[in-house]
């Protein structure tokens, strides 16, 4: 059996779209006292509706008593990182359903993605549906790459260290207050084709550096794939079996430093710890998508 593809999530979820676009109380254009955002708990509740119908019976995360035991010691007073594959918009969704789902919602309710600023400020059917999990929005360096013009780079530049300054100064306080923090180590989602969609960014060495614990998230299946304009409006609702797997927490500092023992010569060491926790998650990816395609093959 194959994924389903339904059709441009504005227009399959169009009714209920409306509704969040309605509830939603975040800002279109973020600012440095705006990159905080706390769930929108009824656009939760409708985006669970969305994930109950699109997540095909299967569908699991293998490891979640990893993640049970990082958000045990975040309660205890480490700092901890989630580093996760990206391949939709519908990620942290999943993560969240899936969470509930395994009697887990309250592990759930202590993760804190950090989310880039183009799902706030490109739509607001995007905004809505994302501000249904706690987010601290930052301006990815990404962001910065196709912009050539001298006075716009030089504003934005100065924009986007003002947010993630911001974004920063949040990150610590949540960090040591019990809140779990998750990252795309790509900064983007994988697109397929284009292999430096994912590759890792070096501000991943520095994630490691200023946490305690980690643990890696593979996915395997999407439910929103995106779409060929790049309008993540129209990003295609998808049936699919998604399978997470949940590596076993491990050191931040013992993995940053056996990554950068091991660096090639005439290779950014920083850059080389991201290639490695990529390389990392691919392994995960690898294991989660044997047990997707068995659980395919099983609704044949």
Do not use: W
Request: glycine share 6%.
């Amino acid at each position: 059996m194959r994924p389903e593809v339904l059709g441009p999530i504005r227009e399959v979820y169009a009714d209920r779209g409306q509704t969040m676009v309605a509830n939603s109380g975040q800002p279109r254009v973020v600012t440095t006292e705006t990159v905080y955002q706390e769930a929108n708990t009824d656009n939760r509740r409708l985006m669970d509706q969305t994930l109950g119908e699109l997540a095909l019976p299967g569908s699991a995360i293998m490891g979640v008593e990893n993640l049970a035991q990082l958000h045990a010691r975040s309660r205890s007073g480490e700092s901890c990182l989630i580093l996760m594959e990206h391949y939709s918009n519908f990620d942290i969704p999943s993560l969240y359903y899936l969470l509930a789902r395994q009697k887990q919602a309250a592990v759930a309710e202590s993760i804190v993605a950090m989310a880039g600023m183009k799902l706030n400020e490109d739509s607001g059917f995007v905004r809505a549906f994302s501000e249904a999990y706690t987010r601290l929005v930052i301006y990815p360096s990404r962001s910065l790459d196709s912009i050539t013009d001298p006075e716009l780079l030089d504003k934005e530049q100065k924009r986007s260290k003002q947010l993630n300054m911001a974004a920063t100064r949040q990150m610590i306080r949540l960090k040591h207050t019990g809140r779990m923090i998750l990252l795309f180590p790509s900064g983007t989602r994988y697109r397929p084709g284009k292999p430096d969609s994912k590759r890792g960014v070096k501000e991943v060495d520095s994630y490691l550096k200023s946490f305690d614990t980690t643990i890696f998230v593979g996915i395997a299946g999407n439910l929103l794939q995106i779409h060929p304009t790049g309008d993540m409006s129209r990003d295609l609702a998808t049936k699919d079996v998604m399978i997470l797997q949940i590596s076993e927490p491990l050191s931040c500092e013992e993995f940053r430093t056996a990554a950068r023992d091991s660096v090639p010569e005439g290779t950014d060491p920083k850059q080389h710890v991201a290639d490695t926790v990529m390389a990392r998650l691919e392994e995960l990816h690898g294991s989660a998508e044997k047990i997707r395609q068995d659980q395919l093959n099983r609704r044949e």
